[in-house]
């Protein structure tokens, strides 16, 4: 009996001994949920987080598939000393080798230095030991081939980082409106860059990651808990070309005449696609580089390029014909004890409306102006705001100026608004909305909204085309615009542009010089250049502004700062493009002079000028495939940026050069013909896919 009991007591000790340590656990448990949660999810939050894994941002192409603005990978090189399956006999079986590898490749240091610095790593047991950065893709290949690399992540303990950098393989070429990022990690972006910013971006992905030691993060599995999704592509309505022509010439006005800044737009007529667009200032060193897009962000006194406005309101309303007659006396009159003088000295008397346009006599427009709505000023401002010159354009790019043309009842309207508002002075504009009021006379009254983006890809296919926005479709009656084009045109056939006309097309434009102001203090002794039309006249293809602020050296009418910048962009347009003179089988006497090159090999193409004792100047460092541009001086070559990774932009090259960089990345290729490559079906950029089959569309085409 005792026995039973001592066993009962026993037992019973031993649950409740049980029990008691399941009542401590529990209340554990309890005081850890209500007490010390938050402290030990804090503690956890600390040691494991979810790293984001930023995309591929897309490329931005030119029209033509030239790459403008590409992220390329670089790489980080890291070893983890600490991995299981890297073992003491693989390191010190492979750190000599593998650091003369490192070394030969990188050229940075003596394998010596290389070997010690790795040696000591793994005494340490460093897990996330950095090795080297800013690698490229094509040394990543040959690292991945080295002593204990070639082992993999366990048993090599090696790890690769990839950070992707944006560059710009044409550098400064329409830098602002291509746009750059103004911070590393994209946060503030201009220009396409940011107006296309959720399309180029892409979708984030998340890595867990787990802290080692200090501020050192591994990560816990090699793949990602959700994978990033690659940014889209932009093709931009850039015309490489066109664009390196404008900007050249814009650079040597501006440094001619001593200016301070200057911007060049050209658009196609009819889409309102935008091939070209300039803006140029000077630094502090004199140089001139892209910091500010004057022409879509800045608003002045456009000048006599308003007379056109004030034109197509006098003609809409009956008050003038062309034929009739303008009394501008000798040049001079006042409005309020202000004077208004002409340009010209010397009294040119009674001529014709269309007459007083041609000269820009500024006296003629203010009279014609004044004396028809003075009575009621209202009418002039309704028929501006019909053509919609006091709303914005709402193109893409961020930063548009407001146009500021103000109604009657206005504070600030005075006696003299309205004839200063009638050439051009007391409203303000951006040149890019006057060139879109030039640009709809020339497309028969139509206007349309300038676009700079032809398409959006994503891994090749087109997911988004750029479509023509029609803003006004009739902006005057078919009457006022015949009426105006003869203006326009008589402007440079006999007017003050006349120094533009040439033999081979007709130009039809207007000039602009325009005192710049300073707000309160009146204005300056400063001018703006400008000169803004389309061509050819007959039949119009493509549209131009060039504006020029400041001209320095006391030459500053719009015939002679602006309009050479126009006729060079008219003259390379014309010689390229064969519909424009199929009649006459001939090229401007420039393009005549001018030698020309393919684009490809550099040491042939040098080899070849040296032969033929042709100018060829070498533009940056080096390099075995270079791009090419023929100037009057000669021609000019640089430096083509051709990633081994990456299908290379072979337009421009002669198909033998093409064909053999093409094949050489792993690529079949079909031509159509023979000559330059005017097209690729594969864009440039694009991540190669070995053996894929490239078309390329030849200059001339024998199929």
């Not at 209500?34 to 894994?53: C, D, N, P």
């Not at 022509?245 to 009819?270: F, I, P, R």
Request: glycine share 8%; hydrophobic share 35%.
């Amino acid at each position: 009996m005792s026995l039973k009991r001592d066993i009962l007591i026993r037992t019973s000790l031993v649950y409740l001994g049980v029990l008691l340590i399941g009542l401590l656990i529990f209340g554990k448990a309890l005081h850890l949920q209500l007490f010390e949660k938050e402290e030990w999810a804090r503690e956890e939050s600390s040691t494991v987080r979810h790293t984001v894994i930023e995309p591929n941002r897309g490329n931005i192409y030119s029209s033509d598939g030239r790459l403008l603005a590409v992220s390329v990978p670089f790489y980080e090189i890291y070893m983890d000393f600490r991995s299981e399956a890297f073992t003491r006999a693989i390191f010190d079986a492979g750190v000599d080798e593998l650091s003369k590898s490192l070394s030969k490749l990188f050229q940075d240091d003596h394998w010596t230095s290389y070997k010690r610095r790795l040696v000591r790593a793994h005494e340490d047991g460093n897990r996330y030991y950095l090795v080297k950065r800013n690698v490229t893709y094509t040394q990543l290949q040959k690292v991945k081939q080295f002593p204990i690399y070639k082992l993999g992540r366990y048993k090599g303990g090696v790890r690769y980082v990839q950070i992707n950098r944006r560059r710009r393989p044409y550098e400064n070429l329409a830098a602002r409106t291509v746009g750059y990022t103004m911070t590393e990690d994209y946060k503030s972006v201009v220009g396409l860059e940011g107006a296309y910013d959720n399309e180029l971006k892409g979708v984030e992905g998340y890595r867990l990651m787990r802290k080692i030691r200090g501020d050192i993060w591994m990560p816990i599995n090699d793949a990602n808990e959700i994978e990033p999704e690659d940014g889209q592509d932009v093709v931009t309505t850039i015309d490489v070309d066109l664009q390196d022509v404008a900007e050249s010439a814009l650079s040597n006005q501006l440094s001619k005449h001593g200016a301070d800044h200057g911007t060049v737009v050209l658009m196609e007529v009819q889409t309102g696609k935008v091939r070209a667009i300039a803006n140029l200032s000077r630094d502090e060193d004199g140089s001139y580089i892209e910091d500010y897009n004057y022409a879509i962000g800045e608003s002045t006194e456009p000048g006599s390029t308003f007379k056109l406005a004030s034109m197509i309101a006098l003609l809409e309303d009956g008050h003038v014909h062309p034929g009739d007659i303008v009394d501008i006396g000798n040049g001079e009159t006042s409005y309020y004890g202000h004077k208004v003088v002409d340009s010209q000295h010397g009294s040119l008397g009674k001529i014709t409306v269309q007459r007083a346009f041609e000269v820009s006599s500024n006296v003629g427009i203010t009279k014609l102006v004044y004396e028809n709505y003075k009575g009621k000023p209202e009418q002039f401002i309704n028929r501006l705001y019909e053509m919609g010159l006091n709303q914005k354009l709402g193109v893409e790019i961020k930063g548009e100026g407001k146009p500021d043309i103000k109604y009657p009842d206005s504070e600030s309207w005075s006696g003299i608004s309205l004839p200063w508002m009638s050439y051009g002075y007391e409203v303000r504009m951006t040149p890019l909305q006057i060139l879109a009021l030039y640009n709809a006379v020339a497309n028969n009254g139509k206007k349309v909204k300038p676009i700079f983006v032809e398409e959006i890809r994503f891994h090749g296919k087109v997911i988004k085309k750029g479509k023509s926005e029609v803003l006004n479709m009739h902006i005057c009656s078919r009457e006022t615009l015949e009426n105006i084009k003869k203006m326009l045109e008589g402007v440079v056939d006999s007017g003050t542009a006349s120094n533009l006309a040439n033999s081979h097309y007709k130009i039809a434009g207007k000039t602009g010089t325009a005192q710049l102001s300073l707000s309160k203090e009146g204005y300056s002794k400063l001018y703006q250049a400008s000169f803004v039309g389309y061509f050819p006249a007959d039949e119009p293809k493509y549209s131009c502004i060039v504006v020029v602020n400041a001209p320095s050296k006391q030459i500053y009418y719009g015939n002679v700062v602006a309009g050479p910048i126009f006729r060079a962009i008219t003259d390379r347009i014309y010689a390229r493009d064969y519909e424009l003179h199929k009649d006459q089988g001939l090229l401007t006497e420039q393009s005549l002079q001018a030698p020309y090159s393919k684009s490809g090999n550099g040491e042939d193409l040098a080899s070849a000028f040296d032969y033929l004792k042709l100018p060829l100047q070498q533009q940056g460092d080096e390099s075995l495939w270079v791009s090419t541009k023929s100037t009057p001086e000669g021609v000019i070559s640089s430096s083509r940026v051709v990633a081994s990774q990456l299908v290379p932009n072979v337009v421009d090259m002669g198909l033998k050069d093409a064909v053999y960089l093409l094949e050489s990345r792993g690529l079949k290729v079909h031509a159509d013909g023979r000559g330059t490559v005017r097209g690729q079906s594969q864009a440039a950029g694009s991540i190669i896919r070995k053996g894929t089959v490239v078309k390329l569309n030849m200059s001339i085409n024998e199929g």
